[in-house]
């Protein structure tokens, strides 16, 4: 069973635009990580947000916003007026107590924001 | 400062060879972690080393080890290739002491391998 969703396989905007990247997870543990990486075409992941179970609050980064919602088992990502240097591959990824904090990852989403 | 270093950053073997992809992580840090990136399974962990020891493994066949030395860098060694292992193998460093992944990783560009 997939353990981190990402629905959305592609995305294309246009520069300026809001747009978010939806992570679903699947656990049965209280205490897990949740986080958000960055892939640009290098091929090196960029560390963007790490959430704990036990911190619901949402988090604002300059242009970059999380949504953790235990109650649907969600961390959104959303980016508030895009920018062509947004476009990479976004994963969402989980660690959990039960298997020594091993990351699961989402399968990604890659964003295309047009100029 | 430096960031994490991976070499080769490409090879290309043949079925049945073997490989050795080499890790140097951020000064200071000493855990090290591995994952393999393909297309069709994403991206899946392989295992993690700590002060030279292997403190978690990921599901792979035990043609894939690894080691970490004394100054924190990490080799990984992929024996008998076979077509599926061509993917993208990327190397992360973490501050992090406990175990496992709860914080900031920083990972390296990867070793693309292909096997003909």
């Known amino acids: 069973a997939q353990k981190v969703t990402q629905a959305q396989t592609e995305i294309s905007v246009v520069e300026k635009e809001d747009v978010t990247l939806d992570c679903v997870y699947e656990t049965r543990d209280t205490t897990y990580y949740l986080f958000w990486y960055k892939q640009p075409p290098s091929g090196e992941l960029v560390f963007l947000i790490r959430r704990n179970s036990f911190d619901e609050q949402n988090e604002i980064s300059g242009r970059y916003s999380w949504n953790f919602q235990k109650s649907t088992s969600s961390f959104n990502f959303t980016i508030t007026a895009s920018q062509v240097v947004d476009s990479a591959v976004y994963f969402c990824?989980?660690?959990?107590?039960?298997?020594?904090?091993?990351?699961?990852w989402g399968a990604g989403t890659k964003l295309i924001i047009k100029p | 400062k430096a960031g994490v270093t991976q070499t080769p950053r490409y090879l290309i073997k043949t079925r049945g060879q073997q490989v050795t992809l080499s890790c140097s992580p951020i000064s200071g840090h000493r855990s090290v972690s591995w994952y393999q990136q393909t297309p069709g399974q994403g991206l899946q962990f392989l295992f993690e080393?700590?002060?030279?020891?292997?403190?978690n493994k990921g599901n792979f066949p035990g043609r894939f080890s690894g080691r970490q030395f004394s100054n924190s860098r990490s080799e990984m060694n992929v024996s008998t290739l076979e077509l599926g292992d061509s993917a993208l193998y990327l190397c992360?460093?973490?501050?992090?002491?406990?175990?496992?992944?709860?914080?900031?990783?920083?990972f390296g560009e990867g070793s693309r391998l292909t096997v003909l």
């Open positions: 990824a989980l660690s959990e107590a039960w298997s020594n904090y091993q990351l699961i």
């Open positions: 992360a460093s973490s501050l992090v002491v406990i175990s496992g992944n709860t914080g900031e990783l920083f």
């Open positions: 080393y700590f002060s030279e020891t292997q403190r």
